[in-house]
């Protein structure tokens, strides 16, 4: 099933976005101060499964305990900000 994910402002969880939906759009988000706990890590965007034909773009992601994205090995990752101290962390 594909979503769209776009124009929401996603903070102050354990996980900021959870995605299991291959060709998917996250678009015009703004994700920050996800804190995590003992159980989660506290990433702006978490790709679990597939992301094939995933588009991550125009994002503001930031603050994020964890890390900006985990879980991207095949989607589209553009024109996104991101902290400087934040990694994408790619399979």
Known sequence: ?????SNNTIWNNGYGLILASPGSTVDN???YNNYGTSRDGGIGIVILDSDEGVQITHNTVYGNAGGAIAGVKDATVRDNSFDNDQIVDTE
């Not at 099933?1 to 994910?5: A, I």
């Open 1 to 5: 099933m594909r979503n769209t994910v």
């Open 29 to 31: 988000n703004t994700i």
